[in-house]
């Protein structure tokens, strides 16, 4: 069992749903607020060079030529034209986000910068849509705090890891309405669906810290999946 402290679980969800999508009834509510999305570019990308964000993250995550990356809440693809370098061409990223006018955006520059090995696919708030055993690594850089269907979501992904795929998360440890999420919260939403924690890392020099995880075992029931409730 992964260190939950200062999370309880909390019952499936019921009662009034009317404010959520159909898809999501089935699986807990977030007992969390969620902030909106104020962009879809997390900083500039100079100043994420400057700081050797995306190549500390993808040292960090194993990232390596031939390998299928997901990049899940792409935006302007900072993430996804650096993916997309270090499989090389016999790798393949595919770049997902729920934004429609990003998704747009980061086409323009995938053709402009001709990056063959780049797919682009729209998402839902409650499934990131992806093919089944398809990615050795999934990311969520600065993003996992914007979902509004965590367990929904992170339990629809789970199909599309490889054996021995990993889920990659990159964020800040300050409240969800605050666009971070507590380590402890994170560790605990995704525990509740299958997952474990293979490595956690405090990471100042990527503006955040760096969490990796595996799923374990069959996926829960969603019925059965019991939420995190912030006391």
């Known amino acids: 069992m992964l260190a939950t402290a ?16 159909e ?20 900083s500039n990308e100079e100043a994420r060079d400057d700081r050797n964000e995306a190549s500390t993250v993808m040292d960090l995550a194993g990232v390596a030529p ?13 993430y996804t034209v650096r993916l997309a370098e270090r499989v090389a061409r016999e ?11 990003a998704l747009k955006r980061l086409g323009t520059r ?43 979501f992170i339990w629809r992904m789970r199909p599309a890891l490889k054996k021995g795929g990993q889920v990659i998360v990159v964020d800040v440890d300050r409240p969800t309405n605050r666009h971070g999420i507590p380590p402890k919260l994170l560790f ?5 669906v299958g997952y474990k924690l293979v490595e956690f890392i405090e990471k100042p020099d990527i503006a955040g810290y ?22």
């Open 66 to 78: 031939g390998m299928t990356v997901a990049d899940i809440g792409a935006g302007n693809g900072y």
């Open 91 to 101: 790798g393949r990223v595919l770049a997902q986000d729920i934004d429609d006018s």
């Open 110 to 152: 995938v053709e402009r910068e001709r990056l063959d090995n780049v797919s682009i696919k729209p998402g839902d708030i409650d499934d990131p849509r992806l093919p089944e055993k398809s990615f050795d690594r999934i990311f969520m850089v600065h993003m996992y705090h914007e979902v509004t269907e965590p367990y929904a």
């Open 188 to 192: 605990c939403e995704f525990e509740a």
């Open 23 to 42: 898809t999501a009834r089935a699986f807990p509510r977030a007992d969390r607020a969620v902030a909106g999305v104020v962009s879809n570019e997390f």
């Open 210 to 231: 760096f969490a990796r995880f595996e799923a374990v075992g069959p996926a829960p029931d969603p019925a059965s999946i019991k939420g995190c409730a912030q006391r």
């Open 6 to 21: 200062g999370f309880a679980a909390c019952q499936p969800a019921s009662g009034d749903q009317s404010d959520r999508p």
